[in-house]
């Protein structure tokens, strides 16, 4: 009830001051009486809701093992990983080479001295030069502009350098009009000219000529193959026409015609057994040359626009054929490719291995196939000699065998620091959050059971951690390497046996540690849902007392308000009577 329902319109009435303020009119302070009385009766709400407080930090903790115990069963499983205890390391006895090496698993350890003699390489076909024709079928360049120039490289606009004298070129200028400019700069003491028989260009003089210089902007001497000789004469140092590469075939400047197709321009040539197709028409050059690349022939195909020549090169080292066969007056025979084509055989890798006999390989990369030794590979890239050295992977090994011991351990300290009871010297007992849990105490018990129990089925010397070094620390239910020279011996000499110890189907200390890793995960959450589910029950009773407290307040302080009002009466009518009969 409001503090302004209670009121009376007399000015001079004590009801005239609101009735729900406590004791106003009975002189009884009933609201610090009713919040004592309800503070009696939330006790126990407030007990239950210490119930949720301490189930709640049950939960937690038991959330935090929930993660330890995940922890450890990834350590088993790393111990558990195939191979491991079969790893092996290489390494080489330079550390300025740049060979490399690997070991595969189970690869034999030992100390291997490689000296290769002779590198493997690729069988290469080189077509003829010059297969394009040359830039103009006469002397007279005075129309061929060098925009329009077939050569390798285009010129660029700019200037140029001879016997010290500046020449300026456009692109709209001819060939001939450079040869102009020449002569004028140098007072016609150079002179240029170009022979199509040989496709090249010659400047002469009656002294040395001297060509470029530091600031030219021009390209067009290197265009032309021209350079200092230190003579009277600089002709170019090749012929100066270029095949066309992205233009149709027919029209590609190829120097011979391309006359072995059908009436469509349909032709094809054979690359190591594989058809390559074209059109004269439709494909270019360059279209060609992707369609051998793409093709399951096994070869590279590029156009060396140096010697003006298509070069065929095997996509693998090693001494293997390279054919290449067409009709006569096919694309293949305008390249160059056959008839008058060079072939350089592939080489195969020689090396000797600890000082025997000369070893082959068609790859620079020698395996078990040339040396014998399985599982190692050296990839040699000089001719030189190194040392290889194979081991175990013990380090791999010791890091996940200690792994495994840090999660146990994780574990085995938590479940000691969360469950024991300890008494100070004052007699002040301390318990921890799971002291009372009882299944939490037993899977400490059964995992420190699992660790140091004796692997069935093994016939070894290595049959149980202490076999390899590996103990519990005295006074404590954690694990340690208690002997390391025992561990590293362990591993290195007997590393299958130690893999036996931690993966044998069924009875491997990895197999057992981990499926029982794998059920007190299971139990733990199982109890963090007992857990949660206790306190939303718990929920459930609290609300219910609050509300039950919520009506008896609403009770209590409804009658204490109108036991005010029946005061305030009575203080009225006691003023009222005071003052008929006091006079």
């Known amino acids: 009830m409001s503090t302004s329902a209670i009121s009376s319109s007399s000015p001079t009435s004590t009801s005239s001051v609101d009735l729900g303020l406590s004791g106003l009119a009975s002189g009884f302070d009933w609201k610090s009486f009713v919040n004592q009385m309800m503070a009696v009766e939330h006790a126990p709400a407030d007990r239950l809701a210490s119930e949720q407080t301490d189930n709640s930090g049950k939960s937690d903790k038991l959330s935090i093992l929930g993660t330890k115990i995940t922890a450890l069963k990834a350590a088993t499983d790393a111990l558990n990983e195939a191979g491991l205890f079969s790893r092996s390391t290489a390494a080489l006895g330079s550390t300025t080479s740049n060979w490399a090496v690997t070991a595969a698993d189970g690869t034999a350890a030992g100390s291997y001295k490689i000296a290769v003699s002779q590198l493997a390489t690729t069988a290469q076909r080189a077509g003829g030069s010059d297969i394009a024709s040359a830039l103009s079928a006469t002397s007279n360049v005075s129309s061929l502009t060098l925009a329009s120039l077939p050569a390798a490289t285009p010129v660029t606009a700019g200037k140029f350098t001879v016997n010290g004298q500046r020449i300026t070129v456009a692109l709209t200028d001819s060939l001939q009009d450079v040869f102009d400019a020449i002569s004028d700069a140098t007072d016609g003491a150079v002179t240029a000219s170009y022979d199509p028989t040989t496709d090249k260009v ?314 029982f890793a794998d059920k007190i995960s299971s139990l733990d959450d199982d109890q963090q849902k007992r857990l949660s589910d206790a306190n939303a029950d718990l929920d459930r009773q609290i609300a219910d007392i609050e509300r039950r407290l919520d009506e008896e307040r609403s009770q209590m302080e409804a009658a204490f308000i109108r036991m005010e009002d029946a005061q305030s009466s009575i203080n009225s009518q006691s003023q009222a009577l005071s003052k008929a009969f006091g006079s």
């Open 202 to 515: 010659s400047l002469s003089s009656a002294s040395e000529i001297t060509l470029g210089a530091a600031n030219d902007s021009s390209n067009f001497l290197a265009v032309m193959r021209l350079a200092n000789n230190g003579d009277k004469t600089i002709t170019s140092s090749g012929s100066l026409g270029a095949a066309a590469l992205h233009a149709p075939l027919a029209n590609a400047r190829l120097s011979s015609a391309l006359t072995a197709v059908d009436g469509s321009g349909n032709g094809s040539f054979t690359i190591n057994g594989e058809t390559i197709a074209y059109n004269v028409n439709t494909d270019s050059l360059s279209d060609v040359l992707q369609r051998i690349n793409d093709s399951a022939a096994g070869v590279t195909a590029a156009y060396d626009g140096a010697s003006d020549r298509v070069v065929l090169t095997n996509k693998i080292t090693g001494d293997f054929g390279l054919s290449a066969n067409e009709a006569s007056g096919g694309l293949l025979d305008a390249l160059g490719l056959t008839g008058d084509s060079t072939f350089t055989r592939g080489l195969n890798a020689q090396y000797s291995l600890n000082g025997g006999p000369t070893l082959t390989s068609t790859s620079n990369t020698l395996t078990a196939s040339s040396h014998g030794i399985t599982g190692l590979e050296v990839t040699v890239d000089s001719e030189s000699a190194n040392t290889v050295t194979v081991a175990k992977d013990t380090s791999t090994m010791q890091s996940k065998i200690q792994d495994f011991i840090s999660a146990f351990n994780d574990v085995e300290g938590f479940i000691n620091d969360e469950t024991k009871i300890t008494t100070d010297s004052s007699g002040t007992v301390t318990t921890g959050v799971l002291s009372s849990n009882r299944e939490v105490q037993d899977w400490a018990r059964t995992l420190r059971s699992k660790a140091f129990a004796q692997v069935g089925g093994l016939n070894g010397a290595i049959t149980r951690l202490e076999s390899i070094g590996i103990d519990f620390t005295s006074g404590t239910n954690e694990l340690a390497i208690k002997d390391q020279t025992k561990l590293t011996d362990a591993l290195r000499n007997n590393a299958e046996d130690v893999g036996k110890l931690f993966q044998t189907s069924g009875t491997g200390l990895a197999n057992v540690i981990g499926s």
